[in-house]
């Protein structure tokens, strides 16, 4: 079955440095792959997804995340921190024809004044 | 209209009492779904309707009831629940089951339930 591991239940950055929050599948075949971002008592937001269209796939609020078939990754990326990041952020992956997501246990992403 | 609205955003019910948790959206999404998340942890997929039938039921206990009235609707009945189905209770939406990948899927802002 597909999963994905998101390493570090928690992450701390500075303000105004760059964010990184790491996932892997595990596939042989290339799935659809999400982020989402869940603010406290609140429901999960889309912040991008990869469909095999392009490798680096650009998100809301300045995020980013590139697929690396060799790594089996696709890590979360943004170049400056701001407050308002801070937030559970959940991977969650798909296979072509299947009908459900599967979510990551999700990264507590914390910034630091 | 790109949301997916839930009512009540909190619930607090007793394991006797019979209550219903609703999901609604208006973007002409044909599957539905609803989620469970417990504190700290991801979402847990319950049940998926698509175009109004139950498509997949996660081995969910029957005191969970699930239905789809119209295609704008979902709704979850509770009936004799345990405090350990205290959770954030999550709706979403996609437009078609087998699109959903491309398009993603829109969440609710959940209800929050407390059992006692």
């Known amino acids: 079955a597909q999963s994905v591991t998101q390493l570090g239940s928690h992450v701390s950055v500075s303000e105004g440095a760059l964010v990184l929050l790491r996932c892997n599948y595990s596939s042989s075949v290339p799935p659809y792959l999400f982020w989402y971002v869940q603010y406290p008592n609140q429901g999960l937001q889309l912040l991008l997804k990869y469909t095999s269209a392009a490798t680096l796939v650009k998100g809301i609020n300045g995020f980013e995340a590139e697929f690396k078939k060799s790594e089996t990754s696709f890590h979360l990326t943004k170049p400056s921190a701001h407050m308002s990041d801070a937030a559970e952020y959940f991977c969650a992956v798909s296979d072509e024809g299947d009908d459900k997501i599967i979510f990551g246990k999700g990264t507590r992403l914390h910034i630091l004044p | 209209d790109t949301e997916v609205t839930q009512t009540p955003k909190h619930l607090v019910m007793g394991m006797t009492n019979k209550k219903s948790l609703k999901c609604e959206q208006h973007?002409?999404?044909?599957?539905m779904y609803w989620y469970k998340q417990k504190a700290k942890k991801p979402p847990e997929l319950m049940f998926v309707?698509?175009?109004?039938?139950?498509?997949i039921n996660e081995s969910v206990p029957s005191r969970f009831s699930p239905e789809c009235p119209n295609s704008s609707l979902l709704n979850l009945h509770l009936h004799a629940l345990q405090p350990e189905d205290s959770a954030l209770y999550l709706c979403?939406?996609?437009?078609?089951?087998?699109?959903?990948?491309?398009?993603?899927?829109?969440f609710g802002s959940g209800t929050r339930l407390t059992v006692v």
């Open positions: 979403a939406s996609s437009q078609e089951i087998d699109r959903a990948q491309i398009y993603g899927y829109t």
């Open positions: 973007m002409g999404h044909r599957a």
């Open positions: 309707y698509s175009y109004e039938k139950l498509s």
